[in-house]
């Protein structure tokens, strides 16, 4: 029985909580055993606010641990893996110290702050011998897999064109500060352009346009475009300035050669040129659930995690930091081939 601990009791923290708690009911080999939080004892009692709904308002912790103090919860526990739901400026030292001391560690997305914290992760996960996992849901939702896996076995032929986005409302706290979020491109928009570089591999250069409304948050509003030799048209937008009741939207457009596929958030329509279109049949269970057990699962039976490799979930992150260059330069196109990149490390 895997023993975990989560740290961080937001609203990622939360949806964390959720998955553990259903991989327990589902008789799972795991157990999350203790929670940190330095507000716990506060978080505890109160909802915390998120783009998609967890499962409860206020959550009964009677059950577990609980710690304000990471270094407690590690003198007092005996763990095999922590997940880390803290703020992204925290990310890269939380989860080398936690890799060093021999802890396995799922990390939420984005992977860090800047790209260079990423590889140091990737480094001292390879050099632990630990397994580490950023929490890149979107390749493991079901409407996304089944993308990749068009792409991947051509039933459609090739792609021509492809159209990524997601929005809602404004955030709160830190996520508003880009010196510790990155603003709406690192926070949501990564989201895309990590299922854009897992579908289709790095773009040679990107194009970005942004816009800031709230301030000190950096770009709220993003638009871009992603440049493959082969002549794909690829973009992605997102936006974390809709209020009112829009709530929150995500999904996909992508066309190929002999048909298109189309995923509104809740459904996937296929549209097969000559033949009738159909409703693709998809897992239940969202990316959030499947993640953690794909992350279990590689420590229980001692396999690599590739869907996830540290090195492309660090790549994608210097991708996001391309965008931001451009947009800072009014979409300027960004090669990602300079000599301060990193080549993709697959092992």
Known sequence: MLKVGLVGFGFMGRMNFDQ?????????????????????????????????????????????????????????????????????????????????????VFCEKPMARHSHEAWKMAETARSSGKKLMIGHCLR??????????????????????????????????????????????????????????????????????????????????????????????INAQADWTLEGDFGFSMGFRVNFEQGNVVFD????????VGQPGYTASLSPHTGYYRELVYFLDAILQDNPVTVCLPGSTAQSLEIIEAEMESAGRQGAWVSLYGADMKKYNSE
């Open 20 to 104: 553990y708690v259903r991989l327990g009911e589902d008789g799972y080999g795991v157990t999350l055993t203790a929670i940190c939080d330095p507000q716990i004892e506060k978080l505890k009692l109160v909802k915390s606010g998120g783009n998609m709904n967890t499962d409860q308002e206020i959550y009964d912790l009677s059950a577990y641990n609980l710690y304000e103090d990471l270094e407690d919860m590690l003198a007092n526990e005996e763990l095999d893996a922590v997940s880390l739901a803290v703020p992204t400026f925290l990310h890269a030292e939380m989860a080398c110290s936690l890799l060093e001391r021999g802890y396995h």
């Open 140 to 233: 493991f939702w079901p409407a996304y897999e089944y993308l990749k896996r068009l792409v991947e076995d051509g039933e459609f032929g090739q792609v021509t064109e492809g159209c990524f986005y997601r929005g809602s409302g404004a955030p709160k706290g830190w996520l508003v500060n880009d010196e510790l979020s990155g603003g709406c491109m690192l926070d949501m928009h990564i989201h895309d352009t990590d299922m854009i570089h897992y579908l289709f591999g790095k773009p040679d250069k990107v194009s970005a346009l942004g816009r800031n409304v709230l301030p000190g948050s950096g770009y709220d509003i993003v638009s871009s475009h992603y440049y493959y030799k082969d002549g794909k048209v």
């Open 265 to 272: 958030g809740n459904v996937l329509k296929v549209n097969p």
